[in-house]
């Protein structure tokens, strides 16, 4: 079992940009959330994928935003990078839809540097 | 606003020490409380979770006791070892009503050999 995977493992892209970043969850998972690192900080919540709809959102602009695949995986999309965007973007993984308090799993995540 | 409020924000112990990290939250519709160890570069993995209906949980060396009515829970490691030098994440969140993590600011854990 491979785990949640995220690609890519590293990205730089200048201000006003937009990018994309792939998971894919652990097997047999169905839910797939997103969170943001900054640099010394918790992870904070983005959004939450099930069922191919976002079902709950954090306290993140229109600029983010995702999609979910019928094969659960997911991406997530910033247009219009700030600096401030700079962080680890995390994928979580977890099965038995979003109302079921489960183990999230984590991938490795990807760093965005905004330049 | 944090829902979830950590300390300390980093500590140094001995190998073979206990390392002792707390905290507390506000929202009593939490139902779920894990930890999370990190390493540089990596994501979070899981570590232990607790739900309310007991006071301590123990897995190997590392320990959550819980207090409902002070809304504070605490993880405890025992006889640390360097390569428990990571940052550690608690967390909490509400079953049946969202599945959103809200996480603790962290604490970077150093032991000394």
């Known amino acids: 079992d491979a785990g949640v995977t995220q690609s890519p493992t590293h990205l730089i892209k200048t201000r006003g940009q937009q990018v994309t970043l792939r998971c894919s969850p652990k097997?047999?998972?169905?839910?797939v959330s997103w969170y943001q690192q900054a640099l010394g900080q918790g992870p904070q919540f983005i959004f939450q994928?099930?069922?191919?709809?976002?079902?709950q959102r954090g306290n993140f602009p229109d600029r983010f935003s995702g999609h979910q695949f019928p094969n659960y995986s997911s991406e997530l999309n910033v247009n219009a990078l700030l600096l401030g965007d700079s962080a680890l973007y995390l994928c979580?993984?977890?099965?038995?839809?979003?109302?079921?308090?489960?183990?999230?799993?984590f991938g490795q995540g990807t760093r965005l540097t905004v330049v | 606003q944090q829902q979830v409020k950590q300390s300390p924000q980093s500590l140094i112990v001995q190998k073979g020490g206990i390392s002792i990290i707390n905290c507390a939250y506000e929202?009593?519709?939490?139902?779920?409380f894990p930890w999370y160890q990190q390493f540089p570069g990596k994501g979070p993995a899981l570590l232990i979770a607790?739900?309310?209906?007991?006071s301590e949980k123990k897995e190997g060396r590392f320990t959550i006791s819980f207090n409902k009515s002070a809304k504070q829970f605490s993880l405890h490691i025992m006889d640390s070892q360097p390569g428990d030098s990571a940052t550690y994440f608690c967390?909490?969140?509400?079953?049946?009503?969202?599945?959103?993590?809200?996480f603790g600011a962290g604490t970077t854990v150093t032991v000394r050999a």
């Open positions: 994928y099930y069922e191919e709809e976002e079902r």
């Open positions: 097997s047999g998972h169905d839910t």
């Open positions: 929202n009593t519709a939490f139902d779920y």
């Open positions: 967390a909490a969140s509400r079953g049946g009503i969202d599945y959103k993590l809200s």
């Open positions: 607790i739900r309310p209906d007991v």
């Open positions: 979580a993984s977890s099965p038995l839809g979003p109302l079921m308090n489960t183990e999230a799993f």
